[in-house]
């Protein structure tokens, strides 16, 4: 018996554990300091009442002997895949409910997906970085490419011709930077994918923060994706689902390499190794594409919107560099005075008691950068902002 | 770009899909004709009262900001795995709560849990088997070995010291055959698994249908089974979780390999590729483990075992071979008249009307066997055996 050797390559924290081990040791000794958590990405505003009615009444469906449910369709119920449809195509995104795959969020799809690639592809992934897309294929042992991310390209990095890869990371709006890809520069990733009979693994999961009308909010909103491209959505932060639980991956038909379609492929290992999302969540799922359900979102949306305004207008004050934050719910920020990641972390966390996750976390290219997440409470925010400026 | 080519090696279609197809040409060509199905292995009755109070109160506080929850605890919220432990203490069996892992079904914890072992690994089956232990590890490009089930030795292999393992896959009571273990064989397993090094991945969805109390419902009622085995859970048949998804897996601390806690590969497999399983359905699996919830599963578990003595009692009374049923939903039959799996199957539905699982569909030695299934409505298992009784 041998484990996956490959384990051992990992680091051996996650950057969340050791964040929270820091703020545990700094509360335990300054128990009179309130803390204001600006670090991970978890949503703080309760599900919209239309979210909620709907998940009451699917509730009461599964106690009724006339109305239960048991197992649900394979690729998630129909209702739903349709709802995304009908969201997609006010995106000018045309899909078939077929190439849609309900799952319970988009990490367990970014993770899972790489079991229908051999191991033998190379990986292109940004630095700075969602640090799963790292870590799922270190599990795997396939070879990673970085490509840099910095101050200079906006943290947007583009196809450098002389690199060939296989499977190519891309989130946009993104995580942990807030930067967001053009419609041409995306343009430029697609080009560059089918060049190289390439995938791209595409995050879409902070869409719905992006305000400018001419930021694209899905892949397949350019030219040749569907040839090229998965998308993995999520409702964490659409619609506050980080505890309720629902994503989803869309996998074209027209996506083939060695003449097979993916979308075979993925349909095969979550019929073998899942068993969908439930039916009471795929319910409240439905209620968020529904009208009422989008006015609702929108107007939490909004809320969070504010927070970042919030927070830009402060770092733009104080002459801070940051990017993120218009068309996303993550600002990206320089430390100052030449702070290391961690050195601000502690710096933050002692003098402004504010907690925010250091960039250096994300990737080498994230040393020197920090992120703050607009997922707080407006009362937090504006007093952390005026912490901010008391201790900067 | 390469795709997995491992999932060449899978069997195009799947069992289920093939009897779907069989029956919906069956229902097409013949509207007027009820057909009964005692195939897959999906439960029928509602969810029990104290579970949908649960999640009613859940969603409630999810549609409230001052009970708003996001991201939960890493294995599972604490609650749950208390309540967990508390059920195996009734089984005299000490867990930690470090130990549980919860998830959205033990289907998904069995085919992921081979992430954390190598691919050099040797498999070793039982024949016939639930398809997913074999397809998970054709995916990965493992060696399999099938160990033989069959009428001499009651479908209950036991181990063979010529053969040399490294993961064994044991379902006791078992799906497809409804044959359980005794102690004394489950210690034959347990203490090959030591001598060779190798896990013994234990599949206990159905344990709750155990009612003969010398019959052990869980692994770690073995001794030395906290060193080699991995347990999985489910509460789909227990508590009709089918549709509403959550099991989880236990991983004792005691149990390593290579000198690694494969509890730790498993923590980090987990928070890298998996983000837990909704709030709402954790507190409605904490109400599975209440006092009122026990007594109202074992009321609709009753129900079933009602079912199942039905369909036992009318294959004696027709001189018909079969194992299970006693302490199993699962009744495995021998196909009457020298049939084969599928003739029986075509035979059940053109005379009876009945949909049942052909044995092949489980492995070459399931043919010329016949599954049948208890969670069906007593009304409908009654038509059943009665057409049963007129067509054999």
Redesign the interface.
């Known amino acids: 018996?041998?484990?996956?050797?490959n384990?051992n390559n990992?680091n051996k924290s996650?950057l969340f554990s050791t964040i929270a081990k820091k703020v545990k040791e700094y509360a335990g000794a300054n128990p009179e300091k309130k803390i204001i958590r600006l670090g991970?990405g978890?949503?703080?505003?309760?599900?919209?009442?239309a979210?909620?009615d709907a998940?009451?009444r699917a509730?009461?469906e599964?106690?009724?002997?006339t109305?239960?449910?048991?197992?649900?369709d394979e690729q998630g119920y129909l209702f739903l895949r349709q709802a995304l449809c009908g969201y997609y195509s006010k995106k000018s995104v045309k899909l078939h409910e077929d190439e849609i795959f309900i799952s319970?969020?988009a990490?367990?799809d970014i993770?899972?997906i790489l079991?229908?690639?051999?191991k033998?592809?190379t990986v292109l992934i940004p630095d700075p970085v969602y640090p799963?897309y790292v870590?799922?294929n270190i599990?795997d042992g396939r070879d990673i490419i970085y490509m840099n991310g910095n101050e200079q390209n906006n943290f947007l990095p583009l196809p450098d011709k002389n690199i060939s890869a296989?499977?190519i990371y891309l989130c946009s709006p993104n995580n942990p930077t807030g930067a967001v890809y053009t419609k041409e520069q995306l343009q430029l990733w697609v080009d560059y994918a089918l060049e190289?009979?390439?995938?791209i693994l595409f995050d879409s999961a902070y869409e719905v923060f992006v305000q400018d009308k001419e930021l694209p909010t899905s892949i397949y909103q350019i030219n040749g994706a569907k040839e090229c491209a998965i998308e993995f959505g999520s409702l964490s932060k659409t619609a506050?689902f980080?505890?309720?639980?629902c994503g989803y991956a869309i996998v074209p038909q027209e996506l083939k390499?060695?003449g097979?379609p993916?979308r075979e492929?993925w349909l095969?290992?979550q019929?073998?190794?899942?068993?969908?999302?439930?039916?009471?969540?795929q319910r409240g799922a439905e209620a968020v594409f529904t009208e009422a359900g989008q006015q609702q979102i929108s107007s939490n949306i909004g809320y969070y919107k504010q927070n970042a305004k919030h927070i830009t207008d402060t770092l733009s004050a104080l002459g801070i560099w940051y990017t993120g934050g218009q068309n996303s719910p993550y600002i990206w920020l320089k430390c100052p005075d030449g702070m290391s990641s961690w050195e601000f972390f502690d710096y933050l966390l002692n003098n402004a008691n504010i907690v925010g996750t250091p960039g250096a976390g994300f990737g080498a290219n994230g040393e020197g950068f920090f992120r703050l997440s607009a997922f707080g409470s407006c009362e937090n925010v504006h007093e952390a902002m005026k912490m901010l400026k008391r201790s900067v």
């Open positions: 018996m041998t484990i996956n050797s384990y990992l996650y991970i978890d949503v703080t505003l309760p599900l919209a009442p979210i909620v998940m009451h509730v009461s599964m106690g009724d002997a109305t239960f449910r048991g197992y649900g319970d969020g990490k367990s993770g899972n079991d229908i690639f051999s033998e592809n799963v870590d799922t599990m296989d499977i190289n009979d390439a995938v506050g980080t505890g309720t639980r390499r060695g097979v993916l492929l095969r290992r019929t073998t190794k899942f068993n969908g999302v439930s039916y009471i969540v």
